[in-house]
């Protein structure tokens, strides 16, 4: 795990300036970059309209949430699809001489950080179009961006529209989705037992049953026990030698 404060020292911000109806009024190069468009052709539209539909509630709560001049919410680790990027976001309500004067978004791509490319084969055998698969979770806690190694993590609790991930020695506040999570961890390492949880099959420690509930217990500190669905105990138990 590292921090990674020093790493945002050396990188360009992306920067977007919305209006009070949070429509975009500018941006530097970076955020054009970033969201790979036209000098210009983003201009005059609603910040959300540019997210995709799964991004939305999280950037209209984090937009909701920040205030001026003194409140500042902490910064949103978001998986955005256009492309897909790993984005640290922060912003701040703005302040003129007559009051407010929209939002201030600043963006870090960390997706060089927390991920690596892999691709993917359609049912046609063509590939698809490219993918990145995490390796790293931006996290953050204690007012410090942390990134966690995969290999610590032991498993991952839904958490509304964002989640919770439990390494054997802490617990983090993660702003990416079970389902963000799901489409973007190794599969060889990870295994979705449950719509609300992902667990480290390296962490796996038995099996159990009790009733008609099964349970796969996970070698934690606190002996975590983490339901299976029952049309995931199959599919488990082959992946765990247990059919």
Known sequence: METIQ??????????????????????????????NARPGELIGEEILSIHPEA?????RWLLEQSSCPSKSPPPMTMMINIPERVLLIKVSKMSGKE??????MIFYDLTDLATRPHGRVADGGAPDAPQRQLYKLPVYK?????????????????????????????????NLSISELDHRLDEQ???????????????????????????????????IKVPI???????????????
Not at 55 to 59: G, P, T
Not at 99 to 104: D, F, L, M, Q, V
Not at 191 to 220: G, P, T, W, Y
């Open 142 to 174: 204690n007012k410090r961006v942390l990134l966690v190694d995969l290999e610590s993590v032991c498993c991952i609790k839904a958490d509304g529209r964002y989640s919770k991930l439990y390494t054997d020695s802490e617990d983090y506040f993660c």
């Open 189 to 223: 390492m990870f295994f979705r037992v449950h719509r609300s949880h992902i667990v480290n099959l390296r962490f796996a420690k038995s099996f159990e049953k009790s009733d008609d509930q099964c349970f796969i217990v996970m070698d934690h500190k606190e002996g």
């Open 229 to 243: 669905s029952r049309n995931k105990v199959n599919s488990l138990k082959e992946v765990l030698g247990l059919a």
């Open 99 to 104: 009051g407010p004067a929209g939002t201030c």
């Open 55 to 59: 991004s939305r509630e999280k950037v």
């Open 6 to 35: 020093h790493k945002l020292q050396q990188f360009d911000p992306g920067m977007v300036w919305l209006d009070k109806d949070n429509h975009i009024l500018a941006m530097n190069g970076v955020a054009i970059e970033t969201l």
